[in-house]
């Protein structure tokens, strides 16, 4: 009982660590990545309103 136990006890703790370090390699696989042009697009449209906004506040005479 105590042997199964024990066997049980490392076999979930190699899971575990499998699992952290498919993680950490899948982390790093998708850390450089660079934006998908959809979202670019609109990140860089949303930027231009901000900017078409900005120039239309001026100094009142």
Same mark, same amino acid.
């Given at each position: 009982?105590?042997? $199964?136990?024990?066997?049980? $006890?490392? +076999? ?8 952290? +370090? ?9 850390? &450089?990545?660079?934006? &998908? ?14 900017? $078409? ?9």
């Amino acid at each position: 009982l105590a042997r $199964a136990r024990l066997i049980e $006890a490392l +076999e979930e703790q190699r899971r575990e660590r499998l699992a952290r +370090e498919r993680a950490e390699r899948e982390k790093t696989r998708r850390r &450089p990545r660079p934006r &998908p042009a959809g979202v670019k697009r609109r990140m860089v449209d949303s930027k231009k309103k901000r900017g $078409a906004v900005k120039k239309l506040r001026g100094r009142v005479e």
